[in-house]
């Protein structure tokens, strides 16, 4: 089977991982209109895969960060010269791609809109990974264009990958008909072999700093900027670790260099070993409505520290698909005030947690004989 996997390489580098984990002859198109990562990076991301460049790079659009949003309207894709596109058909039908997996999100749509309305054999299928829906998290205006845009898309999409029972009764909710769709129903999970963490500590107190946070301030502007949070918890007494390029001063605040998922060199059970468990948040408005996006997404900040083996803390409102795992698997704690946490911190609840994390690895991690079954439906 080939698949083409079309997106960001900084937010794709996940599903790259899992895809290859299949066995399948996996070929990636980066829709980057900038370079956000580097291009040693960009070589340890794909080194199990085929690359065939960036998909602007294949055709001539003037600022395609912002003219990219022509392909939402699935309308206006006809009246755009096929002759602009030669490059890409090109490349496309070289590579002939059985299943076209696009992520993540809405996000992705203008893209997939687009290589649908191409030349290419019918027996081609697009598979659209939702992961985080609505990617919208401060403007109702967003959320309706993402909503309308998934709607005149669905023509083009033959399957979808939704993480959550949340995101699939929104999507209900809204009157999509999915039952024409094939649907992957279940979290999309980092491989745990991927990170080797075999030395996992069964016993909180060997653990050095109470938390980690592993979310970055750079990746959407302000919808992470949660430094009062972690100075709130750090003025608590709790110690956490968290990237330097959050620029935090405080006693309780541990500062480490960024690295990647994809850094195969870098020790990932020295993260399990040292603390007792990760932070995940976000920015949040006290004074407005939860985002949806916060109620039916499964984060990386969430799914990278289970593949560790690491216990997961969670503001109580407003989190509602992530409570939902930890609950039903007792993986973690939702929290109603920072002296709550601290009590769970300090407890042996911890341990729990962390054991029941490794007495439910096989439920937890990406079941690559299970995702092969549902790409053969197409």
């Known amino acids: 089977m080939k698949l083409l996997l079309v997106g960001h390489l900084a937010i794709s580098t996940k599903l790259i991982i899992a895809l290859n984990k299949t066995g399948i002859n996996l070929s990636v198109l980066s829709t980057e209109t900038e370079s956000p990562i580097s291009e040693n990076s960009k070589k340890e991301i794909l080194a199990e895969s085929t690359y065939l460049g960036g998909f602007y790079d294949h055709f001539k659009l003037s600022k395609p960060k912002y003219t990219r949003f022509l392909f939402s309207f699935t309308f206006l894709i006809p009246f755009i010269p096929k002759s602009l596109f030669s490059k890409l058909v090109s490349v496309l039908k070289e590579n002939e791609p059985e299943i076209v997996v696009g992520n993540w999100g809405t996000g992705i749509l203008p893209e997939l809109n687009l290589i649908k309305s191409l030349d290419l054999p019918s027996k081609t299928k697009v598979i659209l990974n939702m992961e985080t829906f609505p990617t919208a998290w401060k ?7 993402e909503r309308y845009l998934l709607k005149s898309s669905m023509k083009n999409i033959d399957g979808l990958i939704v993480p959550t029972d949340e995101m699939y009764n929104l999507l209900i909710s809204y009157g999509f008909k999915l039952e024409d769709k094939i649907i992957y129903r279940k979290p999309f999970y980092f491989p745990r072999s991927h990170f080797e963490t075999t030395k996992v500590l069964r016993n909180h107190d060997e653990a050095i700093k109470d938390l980690i946070f592993l979310g970055k301030p750079d990746l959407f502007r302000s919808l992470n900027s949660v430094q009062n949070q972690l100075l709130e918890l750090a003025e608590s007494g709790i110690t956490i670790s968290c990237s330097e390029k959050f620029n935090l001063s405080h006693k309780n605040i541990f500062p480490f260099k960024p690295f990647g998922i994809y850094d195969f060199d870098y020790n990932f059970s020295k993260i399990t070993a040292t603390h007792k468990a990760a932070l995940v948040t976000f920015k949040i408005q006290e004074t407005s409505d939860y985002p949806l996006r916060f109620n039916t997404s499964l984060p990386h900040r ?16 407003g989190f509602q698909a992530i409570g939902t795992l930890i609950d039903k698997y007792q993986i973690g704690y939702r929290y109603q005030s920072i002296e709550k946490l601290k009590e769970y911190l300090r407890s042996d609840a911890v341990s729990i947690s962390r054991n029941n994390i490794i007495d439910h690895k096989s439920e937890l991690d990406f079941n690559a004989d299970e995702f092969k079954a549902f790409l053969k439906k197409f």
């Open 139 to 145: 403007s109702r205006k967003r959320e309706f264009f």
């Open 302 to 317: 969430f799914l990278f520290p289970l593949a560790l083996g690491l216990p997961t803390v969670v503001p109580q409102q």
